[in-house]
């Protein structure tokens, strides 16, 4: 599951203490993940978890900040502004 469905469940289920139990669990993954990379691996399994790890610190980044903020409701700016929305345009959208 992507960690934004991850951080939208933890704000349905427990608000902004489900929020801080998300950045314990973020915080424990990335370190696995730094203990893993400490192993002895092939160059392309390296670069795989070298790509993870950046992927987790940013999540964490993002959950302690809202942890920091006090952030109960995931309809906050502070989250909200962390979605990407893309829009793909098609042969049937009008210029």
Request: charged share 30%; no cysteine; net charge negative.
């Amino acid at each position: 599951m992507h960690w934004t469905a991850d951080v939208e469940k933890a704000f349905d289920e427990g608000g902004y203490e489900g929020i801080k139990a998300y950045h314990k669990q973020l915080e424990d993954q990335l370190a696995s993940t730094v203990m893993l990379v400490r192993q002895k691996l092939s160059k392309l399994a390296k670069i795989s978890v070298n790509a993870l790890i950046v992927i987790d610190v940013h999540a964490k980044d993002v959950v302690q900040n809202l942890v920091e903020t006090n952030i109960s409701d995931k309809n906050a700016f502070e989250w909200v502004s962390q979605l990407r929305y893309y829009w793909y345009k098609d042969e049937h959208d009008i210029d």
